[in-house]
């Protein structure tokens, strides 16, 4: 019983990160193409200023939550997968150091080379997190021992890079509407136009992820056993259409709850699918990890609970406040909420 809340909350906590980091990756990599003058790059930056960090703490969660829950899980999974996972780290650091100093530079120079640390790290993390996401979903070769057969490049197969694109698009997206929400003029109208784009191309490779997945992985075993599961894909794409139906409407914060839901969603059909896996094998399904074979003692998993139950409603709490109290738009020369 234990495992299984584990199980639901660990999904929970990702889908959380997704949906709120996604939109500030999503940023980060849409700077240079969107913002035209230093005015604009500072304008960009600022719309994710008083968020980006506290996004960042349900990454924190989400990985703490594997570490102590599922320790069996978190050994193979970062062991298999360490070269992979350390670029997503320094990509989130170097974005991190970017987002920082831009505030510190007034010369040109400096800022263009914070501006390409916010891009890059931006782009490398967002494109690997999918990547790992689905290689996760589709099974890594790990032994009875949980350890890993194979090397950097096993992880660059079709669907892992088709994973890595997927969750590229989404975060854009996402990062387009939240841009579009908080901003005004030609910075505005130059996202509007983006986020109209995005969501078609968007929309055509969500197809070919859940085709492609219905080929590499064992997902839909859990959907055909019990229909009912079938609300989450369901609400995921009923999400997705309705982004396209409030953006014909210039309704963006809608738009962007919208485009929420879908990350959010996706993000479960994926882990619901997995269940009771938590890294399957590729090599033998009797090698896969579960939720009973990687969970920790019930003792831990107890403490662990209560500790949750008071921590994270003070969390979301707190997190609330700041996007109510920085919910206006951020105009050429405001000054920094730092």
């Known amino acids: 019983m234990l495992e299984n809340i584990w199980f639901i909350l660990w999904g929970v906590l990702w889908a959380v990160y997704f949906m709120l980091g996604g939109f500030d990756l999503g940023i980060g990599v849409l700077l240079p193409f969107l913002a035209k003058t230093e005015g604009e790059k500072r304008t960009v930056l600022r719309t994710i200023a008083p968020f980006w960090d506290g996004n960042e703490v349900w990454l924190i969660t989400a990985g703490g939550v594997t570490f102590a829950a599922f320790p069996g899980a978190y050994a193979a999974l970062f062991s298999s997968m360490y070269t992979p996972l350390m670029f997503v780290l320094f990509a989130l650091i170097f974005r991190i150091i970017g987002i920082e100093f831009a505030k510190d530079h007034k010369g040109a120079r400096g800022l263009t080379l914070c501006n390409l640390s ?73 996202a509007v136009r983006t986020a109209k784009t995005l969501w078609l191309v968007l929309a055509v490779c969500a197809v070919l992820f859940l085709v492609l997945t219905a080929f590499f992985t064992k ?120």
């Open 118 to 190: 916010v891009f890059l790290g931006s782009l490398l993390a967002s494109f690997l997190l999918g990547v790992a996401f689905a290689n996760i979903f589709r099974g890594i070769p790990i032994d009875a021992d949980g350890v890993f057969h194979g090397s950097l490049f096993t992880f660059l197969n079709p669907y892992g890079l088709a994973g890595g694109l997927f969750f590229l698009l989404l975060f854009l997206q996402h990062g387009a509407l939240w841009l579009i929400a908080k901003s005004e003029g030609e910075l505005h109208e130059r």
């Open 219 to 338: 997902l839909y075993a859990n959907y055909l056993s019990r229909p009912l599961l079938l609300a989450i894909p369901l609400i995921c794409v009923c999400a997705l259409f309705a982004v396209r139906w409030f953006m014909a409407r210039s309704m963006w914060w809608k738009a962007w709850t919208a485009s929420s839901v879908t990350i959010f969603a996706a993000t479960l059909f994926g882990v619901i699918g997995l269940y009771p896996n938590l890294l399957p094998s590729t090599l033998n399904d009797a090698y896969s990890l579960t939720i009973s074979t990687s969970a920790s003692t019930p003792l831990t998993l107890k403490i662990m609970l209560a500790v949750a139950l008071v921590f994270v409603p003070v969390v979301i709490t707190y997190q609330a406040l700041v996007y109510r109290l920085f919910r206006n738009k951020v105009k050429d020369g405001d000054e920094e909420p730092y």
